[in-house]
């Protein structure tokens, strides 16, 4: 009798602390994703500036390879006032964010770095002011903006990919991930009047290997491999980014062979961006990227209903074996 209730509380015990630990579940989401953040002013000595520059018009082009991706940004800014603006520019190393449409699930672009980026104002390459640090999470840039004039400034970056994990409950997924962030416009005059935004799958990726969401329609030419969507009017409000998840990851991936050709592959994409087809375009969904496969949530949610439901029957079980015994015992004492 004894060693059966020396089992029983040994057992009902494991299974409370088991249950503890399954607890901790992960935050569901895309981590370590390859991306773009904001392109926005930075420093408070340039708040003069603020919401006088107005974003009109982005044209993000994006070359998605396996296991990296090749990004180019066009911007065409419009100072409004009638005074030249100098100010400091540029991107984020890393950034946490959540989901629009999917509340609770949280999405961290982790740039290790921006590999080879360079900015150019009318097609003129100039230096970066500053390079990220220990204090700094940034890529700066200074830019004078003219008087009532646009200015034009492009952006090359390559991302590795490679890193993306996407975690739903207890399953999770080593894929390649991209995320771009959309603008927000909360520094910049709103709206953004124009964003054209296109990724087309190189390495011989296909459009059924790909998951993502788009903050507005997406379309798909399959003459070059290439999404697309626009937007209008925007970054009044927060809307969804860019989010792309392809491919399972690379093991040993070798990166540094791919910065090594960082100059053919910023004319590649300059090919891209100039001769890219106007037409042929159809309307496509891609599948959730936030669910993953695996049995991992099934047998935990077993584990949980066995928890809650089968040890208390079990324990009532292992009760009424104990007073059976105990009156077996007394009537046999009796006679």
Same mark, same amino acid.
């Given at each position: 009798?004894?060693?059966?209730?020396?089992?029983?509380? %040994?057992?009902?015990?494991?299974?409370?602390?088991?249950?503890?630990?399954?607890?901790?579940?992960?935050?569901?989401?895309?981590?370590?994703?390859?991306?773009s953040g904001s392109f926005q002013l930075l420093y408070p000595e340039d708040s003069i500036a603020y919401k006088k520059i107005q974003m009109q018009s982005e044209s993000i082009h994006?070359?998605?390879?396996?296991?990296?991706?090749?990004?180019?940004?066009?911007?065409?800014?419009?100072?409004?006032?009638?005074?030249?603006?100098?100010?400091?520019?540029?991107?984020?190393?890393?950034?946490?964010?959540?989901?629009?449409?999917?509340?609770?699930?949280?999405?961290?672009?982790?740039?290790?770095?921006?590999?080879?980026?360079?900015?150019?104002?009318?097609?003129?390459?100039?230096?970066? %002011?500053?390079?990220?640090?220990?204090?700094?999470?940034?890529?700066?840039?200074?830019?004078?903006?003219?008087?009532?004039?646009?200015?034009?400034?492009?952006?090359?970056?390559?991302?590795?990919?490679?890193?993306?994990?996407?975690?739903?409950?207890?399953?999770?997924?080593?894929?390649?991930?991209?995320?771009?962030?959309?603008?927000?416009?909360?520094?910049?005059?709103?709206?953004?009047?124009?964003?054209?935004?296109?990724?087309?799958?190189?390495?011989?990726?296909?459009?059924?290997?790909?998951?993502?969401?788009?903050?507005?329609?997406?379309?798909?030419?399959?003459?070059?491999?290439?999404?697309?969507?626009?937007?209008?009017?925007?970054?009044?409000?927060?809307?969804?980014?860019?989010?792309?998840?392809?491919?399972?990851?690379?093991?040993?991936?070798?990166?540094?062979?791919?910065?090594?050709?960082?100059?053919?592959?910023?004319?590649?994409?300059?090919?891209?961006?100039?001769?890219?087809?106007?037409?042929?375009?159809?309307?496509?969904?891609?599948?959730?990227?936030?669910?993953?496969?695996?049995?991992?949530?099934?047998?935990?949610?077993?584990?949980?209903?066995?928890?809650?439901?089968?040890?208390?029957?079990?324990?009532?079980?292992?009760?009424?074996?104990?007073?059976?015994?105990?009156?077996?015992?007394?009537?046999?004492?009796?006679?």
């Amino acid at each position: 009798m004894k060693k059966l209730l020396k089992n029983t509380i %040994l057992i009902i015990g494991t299974f409370i602390l088991f249950s503890s630990l399954l607890s901790n579940t992960a935050q569901p989401g895309i981590w370590n994703a390859g991306g773009s953040g904001s392109f926005q002013l930075l420093y408070p000595e340039d708040s003069i500036a603020y919401k006088k520059i107005q974003m009109q018009s982005e044209s993000i082009h994006i070359q998605l390879y396996k296991g990296f991706a090749v990004v180019k940004g066009v911007y065409n800014f419009l100072n409004t006032t009638n005074d030249s603006l100098t100010i400091k520019v540029g991107y984020p190393i890393n950034t946490v964010f959540p989901s629009k449409n999917y509340q609770s699930h949280l999405n961290q672009v982790v740039f290790d770095d921006l590999y080879k980026i360079k900015g150019s104002i009318h097609q003129q390459e100039i230096p970066l %002011l500053k390079l990220p640090s220990n204090n700094s999470n940034w890529y700066v840039w200074e830019i004078t903006f003219p008087p009532k004039q646009l200015l034009n400034f492009t952006v090359h970056f390559i991302v590795n990919t490679n890193n993306a994990q996407i975690l739903q409950g207890y399953n999770k997924e080593n894929k390649n991930g991209f995320i771009y962030l959309i603008e927000t416009g909360s520094i910049w005059k709103s709206p953004i009047e124009t964003g054209n935004f296109y990724a087309q799958l190189k390495d011989d990726i296909n459009l059924a290997d790909i998951k993502g969401i788009a903050p507005s329609q997406l379309y798909f030419n399959p003459s070059n491999n290439t999404l697309h969507l626009k937007l209008a009017n925007y970054g009044v409000q927060p809307d969804d980014n860019f989010i792309l998840i392809y491919n399972k990851k690379i093991d040993d991936f070798n990166f540094e062979e791919i910065i090594a050709k960082s100059n053919y592959l910023f004319q590649e994409i300059d090919v891209f961006s100039n001769n890219k087809p106007s037409v042929g375009y159809t309307k496509i969904s891609l599948k959730n990227p936030y669910e993953v496969k695996g049995a991992g949530n099934f047998i935990i949610t077993g584990i949980y209903y066995f928890i809650f439901f089968g040890i208390p029957i079990l324990v009532g079980i292992i009760l009424i074996l104990i007073i059976y015994k105990l009156l077996k015992r007394r009537r046999k004492s009796d006679y």
